[in-house]
């Protein structure tokens, strides 16, 4: 035989192997006598990681993708023209302008109003067929009564399917299919992965017919998580329960920290209660109106936190959402949901909160200058 030919069909038998954890499977395709078929459809690393996923989420379900925005993309392709939309109006920029884009595209009726408020049962219609929102929401962290949503949705048209992302949250501190959630969805780009190293998205159910669906429009759409990110994420999965217990404890002394800056006209922080038992990470605080022009100096003067869009990671980050996350909104949305220059969103990561505390009254300081 050519050597060509030799090396092309050259294997190592891995039957002995026996790894101890499950290895990268980088392959697109399987032989036709394995339980895979074709990585668009599924993969040992992405079975594993959605595994994983139900045993965290106590659920039955989960489906992972490319990334968040690709799973809100996902819970999106469950209606069907005609259908009426009801979503929260704090929300993650790019998930508003997607919900904007897809509904004037597909003719879905679209409303953002206060779900918590009493424009729900107001804004419920016959052709009501789903109800989106984030809790606590991004920005403000307000929380959102996922059984109260649901009751009163409910009441108007029981076929209405509540989603929920809990990216923030997470289902270390909350979960919502326990609540009456019927998907939840994430952005496994923040603590899943935990490292800033690799995006993903995740969708959670109960409901057999939705999973399918999803699997299916997965698999067509080839939105499916590559392997090397879900072996990554899984990898990062090892540590979830622990980075989340450092995040809450990490973000409790720097709440206390700030709450004694003179610099610092309010901080917003979720409440802790029997839906959301716990929280890390993520706070958001404005600065004082007197200093409404200088927020950017305030960031470009700390050295421990990262500008730019990383989050929910190993290592503290700042960002303006004005200019950040919500970057993509016009200047009367952003008035709309209350987002001025002044506001900023801190991220704890795991340096020493002292090293942390230090480097914020330094910049602190210089906004006096
Ligand atoms: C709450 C929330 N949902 C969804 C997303 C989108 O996730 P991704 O960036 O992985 O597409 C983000 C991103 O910041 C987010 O904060």
Redesign the pocket.
């Known amino acids: 035989m050519d050597r060509t030919t030799e090396i092309l069909h050259t294997r190592v038998n891995t039957s002995q192997a026996k790894s101890n954890v499950t290895p990268l499977y980088q392959c697109s395709s399987f032989l036709s006598d394995s339980d895979y078929f074709y990585t668009r459809k599924g993969n040992p690393n992405t079975t594993e990681l959605e595994q994983v996923f139900q045993v965290l989420e106590g659920c039955r379900y989960a489906r992972v993708v490319t990334?968040?925005?690709?799973a809100?993309y996902a819970a999106l392709r469950l209606l069907k023209p005609g259908d009426h939309l009801i979503v929260d109006r704090l929300i993650?920029g790019?998930?508003y302008k997607l919900f904007k884009d897809f509904c004037q595209h597909y003719g879905i009726e679209l409303d953002f109003i206060d779900v918590a408020g009493s424009a729900l049962k107001q804004t419920m219609k016959s052709n009501t067929q789903m109800i989106f929102f984030?809790t606590p929401t991004?920005p403000f962290l307000k929380s959102i009564s996922i059984s109260k949503v649901q009751q009163i949705a409910r009441e108007s048209q029981p076929s209405v399917r509540i989603v929920v992302?809990n990216?923030?949250a997470t289902p270390f501190f909350q979960r919502p299919l326990e609540l009456g959630a019927d998907v939840c969805?994430y952005?496994?780009?923040?603590f899943y992965s935990g490292h800033s190293d690799c995006?993903?998205?995740v969708l959670t159910t109960n409901h057999e017919d939705l999973a399918e669906t999803i699997a299916q429009n997965r698999f067509y759409s080839g939105a499916i998580l590559d392997p090397h990110s879900a072996w990554l994420i899984r990898r990062s999965m090892q540590t979830f329960s622990l980075r989340m217990e450092g995040h809450q404890a990490v973000l409790r002394e720097m709440r206390e920290f700030l709450e004694k800056q003179e610099e610092v006209a309010q901080i917003f922080y979720p409440e802790i209660n029997s839906q959301l038992t716990g929280y890390g990470c993520i706070l958001f605080f404005e600065l004082t109106a007197e200093f409404e022009e200088k927020a950017e100096r305030f960031m470009k003067s700390l050295r421990l936190f990262e500008r730019g869009?990383s989050?929910a990671s190993v290592v503290s980050a700042v960002a303006q959402p004005f200019s950040g996350?919500h970057l993509s909104l016009s200047c009367q949305e952003k008035a709309e949901m209350g987002i001025r220059p002044r506001l900023l969103r801190l991220c704890f990561g795991f340096e020493k909160p002292e090293d942390l505390k230090s480097d914020l009254k330094i910049a602190f300081r210089k906004l006096h200058e």
Not at 67 to 70: A, K, Q, R, Y
Not at 187 to 190: D, G, I, M, P, V
């Open positions: 990334t968040g925005m690709s809100i993650y790019c998930t984030e991004n992302d990216t923030w969805v952005s496994a780009t923040k995006m993903g998205g869009t989050m996350s």
